[in-house]
């Protein structure tokens, strides 16, 4: 079935530093790929997504790329801020109607 | 333009209880998914329904039971409640289509906090 495998955290940088979360799949046929956000105490919220190989979604500063060929799509920001503390999910959307969500990855930005 | 409203927000029950936690899709949705979300865990699918009917299920028992109204709205309802049912329930809803593809994003509620003592 439909797996989602992303890095375990916590996460803690400083603000500025360079981001990297990394998430990877498995699935059949041809998925859609998401990452959602989750402040505390909230729902989640989406922050981008991509529905086809090589697809780049991007959203605040945020980027990932739809990798068919390793099975990945890896979170990625330039310069976080303190806002950005949140948790993470990496999520497939298949022709199955439901979404399969990764472990989640906490991040924390300190000033 | 509201989006996806759930109630309770936060509630405690004791085990072998039943709960039931309501759901208001976001205006112009009309297909309403329902995740488990275990602390510290990703959220797991329980169900979605579309014109009133279960379309697709999770790995969740029966005790795990729903319902969606005419006016799309939606109830989660669990019988016999363990203490491993202590979660956030998630309500998400969509555009009608193809559910969770890339055609059509879910919108999450805030969720309804269960406590089972």
């Known amino acids: 079935g439909d797996s989602v495998t992303q890095m375990e955290g916590p996460v803690t940088l400083s603000e500025e530093a360079f981001l990297t979360i990394n998430c990877t799949y498995t699935?059949?046929?041809?998925?859609?790929l998401f990452w959602y956000v989750q402040y505390p105490g909230e729902g989640l919220q989406l922050l981008l997504k991509?529905?086809?190989?090589?697809d780049k979604g991007s959203n605040k500063g945020f980027e990932a790329t739809y990798r068919k060929e390793t099975t990945s799509f890896h979170l990625e920001k330039g310069s976080v801020q303190v806002s950005d503390s949140a948790v993470y999910f990496c999520?497939?959307?298949?022709?199955?109607?439901?979404?399969?969500f990764g472990k989640g990855t906490l991040l924390t930005v300190n000033p | 333009d509201a989006g996806v409203t759930q109630s309770p927000t936060h509630l405690i029950k004791t085990r072998g209880q039943q709960v039931t936690l309501r759901c208001s899709p976001k205006?112009?949705?009309?297909?309403v998914s329902w995740y488990q979300q275990a602390l510290g865990q990703g959220p797991q699918f329980i169900f979605q329904?579309?014109?009133?009917?279960?379309?697709q299920r999770g790995n969740f028992p029966d005790r795990f039971s729903g319902h969606q109204f005419p006016n799309y709205s939606s109830e989660l309802n669990v019988n016999a409640l363990l203490l491993g049912d202590s979660a956030l329930y998630l309500c998400?809803?969509?555009?009608?289509?193809?559910?969770?593809?890339?055609?059509?994003?879910?919108?999450f509620g805030a969720g309804s906090r269960l406590t089972v003592l």
């Open positions: 998400a809803s969509s555009l009608p289509g193809q559910g969770a593809t890339g055609a059509n994003v879910l919108t």
């Open positions: 329904y579309y014109e009133e009917e279960e379309r």
């Open positions: 999520a497939l959307g298949g022709s199955n109607y439901k979404l399969t």
């Open positions: 991509a529905t086809k190989a090589d």
């Open positions: 699935a059949t046929g041809y998925p859609s």
């Open positions: 205006s112009g949705h009309d297909t």
